[in-house]
């Protein structure tokens, strides 16, 4: 808490608050050469979770990355958050990040089906610094 002319004011940030911004940019640490690698991508928020959807599933190289180095930061608008990677493993969890991205992003001109099917979910939990 900050003390601002005389008087407590908080800061908090949600990411509920960027959940309808098109695309975030995942910065992961390379497995193998240790240096940043960005990827703009679709992602979905629910509570203080980021969901992304990885087409190439686990052959992708941000879900290797993240898989190998989970501290990840990603940015929406000018924002940059910091969060941990993790495979879903929950069948709940697993149909929530595959509904929220279908429903955000279902008025695009792709054809979503086999995507929202067959990608791997993927969750970044926000960490507070």
Not at 9 to 31: K, M, N, P
Not at 88 to 109: C, F, Q, T, V
Request: proline residues 2%.
């Amino acid at each position: 808490m900050s003390r601002e002319h005389g008087r407590n004011t908080s800061l908090t940030i949600s990411l509920e608050d960027f959940a309808q911004e098109d695309f975030c940019y995942l910065t992961t640490t390379g497995r193998v050469t240790g240096r940043s690698h960005t990827v703009e991508i679709w992602f979905a928020i629910q509570g203080q979770t980021l969901y992304i959807l990885s087409g190439g599933r686990d052959r992708s190289d941000w879900v290797k990355n993240a898989m190998r180095q989970p501290h990840v930061t990603f940015k929406i608008r000018d924002t940059l958050f910091s969060g941990q990677a993790r495979l879903i493993e929950n069948a709940e969890e697993d149909a929530l990040a595959r509904r929220l991205l279908l429903e955000k992003y279902a008025d695009s001109e792709d054809d979503l089906e086999d995507w929202g099917r067959t990608s791997l979910p993927v969750a970044f939990d926000l960490v507070l610094q």
